[in-house]
C-alpha cells in the first residue's frame, strides 16, 4: 500500500465524521511506516544489499531465516479467522481467503533457496531465528483473541512490505549478484499478489466497520509487527 496516495485519497473528501476518522488511521499507520522503513535501512544485510557489497550467502541466508517464519502464516491468518464471530462476518471471510492464498507461498522459497544451491534437507530441518520466534509468537497469541481485528495492522505491515520493497529486492539482488527470474520468484510474486491483499485491506479500512478502539488495536498491532519484522531480518541466524 503506498500510505501517501491513499492519505491524499481520503484527505480530498471533507464533511465526514467516519472519513476523518479514517484519514486519522492511516495517517497514524504512515507513521509506523515511516519509522519500520527507518529500521529497515539500518538491517546489516539490507545495507549491504543497497551498497552492493550483499553476497550469494547473504541471499541464502535471507531466504532460510524468512522460510522459517512464512510457514506460519496461513496458520495465524486461520487461527484468527476462526475466532471471528459472525457479527465480523466480513473479517473472517477474508480472513479464509487470505489464508487459503498465502498457504504454499513457503514452497516459493524452497524452490528459490534450492535454485541458488541451496540444500532443501537443511532449509526444512532449520529453525527460526530470534527475531522470527517472536515475531511468529506474537501473531499465534494475537490471532487467539476474540475478534482479533488489530492483526489488520500486522496485514498492513506484512503486505505493505511484499507490494512495496519485496520487487525492489529482488531486482536489486539480480543487479549484484546476477540471479535469474527464476532465483527470485518469491520476491517478485509478493509485488502483485500482495498489492491485492492491500488493496482488499483498505477497502476493509475505509469500510466503516472500524471503530475508534479497533483503530488503536490496528495501529499498535502494526507497531509491535513492524518492529518484530525488522528484528527477524536483524537476526539471522541467531
Partial sequence: MTISSTTNTHTTTTGDASTSGTDT????????????????????????????????????????????????????????????DIDHFELRAAAI????????????????????????????????????????????????????????GAMFIIEGLGAQRAAGWAARFQEVLG????????????????S???????AILTSGLIDDGAADEIVRCAQVVARLYALQLEELDR
Fill in 179 to 194: 540471479l535469474a527470474d527464476s532465483q527470485v520468484h518469491f520476491m517478485t510474486y509478493h509485488q502483485e499478489a500482495d
Fill in 25 to 84: 488511521l492511516f495517517e497514524r499507520l504512515a507513521e509506523v511506516w515511516t519509522e519500520l522503513e527507518e529500521h529497515l535501512d539500518r538491517v546489516p544485510v539490507l545495507s549491504r544489499l543497497a551498497e552492493g557489497t550483499v553476497t550469494l550467502d547473504d541471499y541464502k541466508r535471507l531466504l532460510f531465516n524468512l522460510r522459517q517464519q512464512v510457514v506460519d502464516g496461513s496458520p495465524w491468518i486461520s487461527r484468527a479467522a476462526s475466532n471471528f
Fill in 97 to 152: 481467503r487470505h489464508a487459503e492464498e498465502e498457504h504454499r507461498d513457503y514452497l516459493m522459497i524452497e524452490r528459490d533457496y534450492v535454485a541458488v544451491g541451496g540444500s532443501l534437507d537443511e532449509l526444512r530441518s532449520g529453525r527460526k531465528n530470534v527475531g522470527s520466534e517472536a515475531l511468529s509468537g506474537y501473531m499465534f497469541h494475537y490471532a487467539d483473541r476474540p475478534n482479533p481485528v488489530g492483526l489488520l
Fill in 196 to 202: 491485492a491483499h492491500t488493496g482488499d485491506l483498505e
